[in-house]
């Protein structure tokens, strides 16, 4: 054994000086500013001079060694629990590392103490560093009031660090020395005492309490907004129950705090989707918005690649390049939908990886509607359109079936009313003659303004099916004349007769010779203003 002296970095204040390396009673109480008992006899002053000018240079490595452990573990540098492996390793036995152990708890009191009765130095900056500011606006009692609470609050924060510190530091030498005696493990019984379950409820008190500061410092509202406006943290907490939801709106403050958002659509146009998407329509999925699938069909079309959104110019008013009007493309069919929705999903993924499987869920949904109403696929194209633009409005899981009901309650109806309509109206058809005009005619009024969608694939489009102001572009969704749009009046195509020369030549020429015929209503596609225009 060799013996051990006091270091110097062991103050008064640190609770007792530096253990002894060889056998003897352990100073338990590590109080007083004295070296601990030598090993094996109490040596006087003389004994210990002699020790100190031994020159022997493996010992005073060793004392060395010794010395620098507690501060190492104060520091961090050593983990709590390797610091009685890191002496077993130098040769000490037992009675030596409890010496070590008082040592680092004497060391660790003293510095508690210290930051208790505020013994170190500190700066300006650092008794501002974690005070909230002062709201803007109080006055008189409300200022001091705000001034009281707040300095409770960062008291009792110091305070409940500081014993937290203190008693797991206290558990954990304990449990380290009864493991090295091999005490409480043999006799059955349970080795965690009162003071043990004590620290137990405490450390859950203070687990408590730090998820309860991460919940305060994820929400977007500053401490000084709080601190005037306490009303707006019950609004905080009460706003998102769903913790998936709650990701969702975390991602969402994370993309929408990026300073330069054209970094993030670069790393997201990187990624390899089936569906390459452009920039404008990434900068909506980023922020959770709503995606206008008409414009996002056009895309996906070849010579929509240019598509972006218009440029602020000020003042109300918006560039946009005159190739870009109306890069908007029908979706009239249950594939077109999925392929639009297939490349919106992989991108919303992208961004958002846990909304997977909810939008999973929602597309069974909208397949129900499309096998529900096999001849009216615009009922399952409309839901989905409604339901979107109510999550950009107010964010709720999308395959929640009862959130959706409203929406698919109105589209089915609409269905079934047109459907009713529709085989009334062959039926009269059927019928010959004169009679098969009059019902026709009287179809029209049953099936109202409401009517939406086209008719059914059986019925083969004709010049009086096909809406003529949808080619001119002054008709709207429904057409309240239940006629067909999507359709060019003149030769059939998937286009607007405005938008071919040909056939906007050719309508022309039928609008006039209408007008001329004094039959400006014949075969219009709808009636009131619009027709009052046809027959201009």
């Not at 452009?278 to 980023?286: M, N, S, T, V, Y």
């Not at 009216?376 to 107010?394: E, H, L, Q, S």
């Not at 906007?504 to 596609?525: F, H, Q, Y």
Request: glycine content about 14%; charged content about 30%.
């Amino acid at each position: 054994m060799v013996a051990m002296r006091r270091g110097p970095n062991a103050g008064p204040a640190a609770g007792g000086g530096a253990p002894a390396a060889g056998g003897g009673n352990a100073n338990a109480g590590g109080g007083g500013g004295g070296s601990p008992p030598r090993s094996d006899h109490d040596g006087d002053d003389d004994d210990d001079d002699d020790d100190d000018d031994d020159p022997d240079p493996n010992r005073q490595t060793l004392l060395e060694q010794c010395e620098g452990y507690p501060d190492r573990v104060i520091s961090g540098e050593l983990a709590p629990a390797d610091f009685i492996p890191a002496l077993v390793e130098l040769g000490l036995d037992a009675t030596d590392i409890e010496h070590w152990v008082d040592e680092l708890e004497g060391r660790q009191r003293a510095l508690l103490e210290a930051a208790r009765g505020r013994g170190r130095a500190r700066g300006p900056e650092d008794e501002d560093a974690d005070r909230p500011p002062t709201p803007e606006g109080l006055e008189g009692e409300d200022l001091e009031r705000f001034r009281a609470e707040r300095d409770r609050v960062r008291g009792r924060r110091a305070r409940t660090q500081a014993e937290a510190v203190e008693l797991m530091a206290r558990r954990r030498l304990a449990e380290r020395i009864g493991r090295m005696f091999g005490v409480g493990k043999d006799d059955g019984g349970d080795d965690r005492d009162v003071g043990n379950l004590e620290l137990d409820k405490f450390m859950d008190s203070l687990l408590q309490e730090q998820e309860r500061r991460r919940e305060r410092s994820s929400s977007t509202l500053s401490p000084a907004l709080l601190a005037g406006a306490p009303h707006l943290a019950d609004l905080a907490k009460q706003a998102v129950s769903d913790p998936h939801i709650e990701r969702t709106i975390r991602l969402r403050r994370l993309f929408a705090g990026e300073k330069n958002s054209d970094n993030l659509v670069d790393v997201f146009q990187a990624q390899p989707l089936a569906e390459p998407l452009p920039r404008a329509i990434w900068k909506l999925i980023i922020i959770d918005d709503y995606v206008d699938f008409k414009k996002l069909h056009a895309t996906l079309e070849g010579g929509h690649e240019l598509y972006e959104a218009a440029k602020d110019f000020g003042g109300g008013y918006a560039l946009v390049k005159k190739e870009q009007l109306g890069k908007a493309k029908e979706i009239r069919t249950e594939t077109e939908w999925y392929r639009v929705f297939g490349a919106w999903r992989a991108g919303v993924v992208a961004a958002y990886p846990h909304r997977a499987s909810e939008l999973d869920g929602y597309r069974i949904i909208i397949e129900g509607l499309f096998r529900a109403l096999p001849h009216f696929p615009t009922a399952g194209i409309n839901v989905d359109a409604d339901a979107r633009r109510n999550y950009a409005k107010g964010r709720f899981r999308m395959d929640d079936r009862p959130a959706q009901d409203e929406t698919i309650l109105v589209h089915m109806f609409d269905a079934s009313r047109r459907a009713g309509g529709s085989s009334g109206g062959n039926g009269g058809s059927s019928s010959g003659g004169g009679a098969s005009h009059a019902g026709s005619g009287a179809n029209k009024r049953a099936l109202g303004a409401g009517s939406v969608g086209p008719l059914p694939p059986s019925k083969r489009p004709t010049h009086s099916t096909i809406c003529r102001n949808w080619n001119l572009g002054l008709c709207g969704e429904p057409c309240v004349g239940q006629r067909r749009h999507g359709l060019c009046i003149e030769c059939g195509g998937g286009h607007k007769a405005r938008d071919v020369e040909a056939c906007a030549a050719a309508l022309a020429a039928r609008k006039r010779a209408l007008a001329g015929a004094g039959t400006g209503e014949g075969g219009l596609g709808c009636r009131g203003a619009e027709a009052e225009w046809w027959r201009e």
